[in-house]
């Protein structure tokens, strides 16, 4: 099983920006698949979910309105896109399955994480 993020980056406070995330390895479809994030000294915390099977998610309070995910079933990747993003929305992002109501203690398969950062 492979996850592979990209399209982390430095963006001003109020900007957007849109991860993606490449699954390999496993049926796509039959796994929930989302975002966490980490900031360094503070514990992973999920950041928003998705059940590509019945399009079903789940959003951490903090990002709920300003983030949606998504996902490609056909291209096997997973979108979160980040709007109205805050500084204290910086933090490394990390794309993981199993996803399931944002518990790190659920998750089976992680990525190697993409650094966010929002300027103030």
């Known amino acids: 099983v492979q996850l592979v993020e990209s399209g982390g980056g430095l963006v001003q406070a109020g900007g957007s920006l849109r991860l993606s995330c490449a699954a390999s390895g496993f049926v796509f479809d039959e796994h929930t698949i989302g975002w966490f994030r980490q900031v360094p000294g503070k514990e992973r915390e999920g950041v928003s979910c998705i059940d590509s099977s019945d399009g079903s998610t789940y959003y951490t309070d903090d990002v709920k309105g300003r983030f949606t995910i998504s996902t490609d079933n056909a291209k096997k990747k997973v979108y979160l896109q980040m709007n109205g993003l805050k500084p204290e929305d910086t933090a490394v992002y990390y794309c993981?399955?199993?996803?399931?109501?944002?518990?790190?203690?659920?998750?089976?398969?992680w990525g190697q994480g993409t650094q966010v950062t929002v300027s103030s």
């Open positions: 993981a399955a199993e996803c399931l109501d944002g518990l790190v203690s659920a998750v089976d398969y």
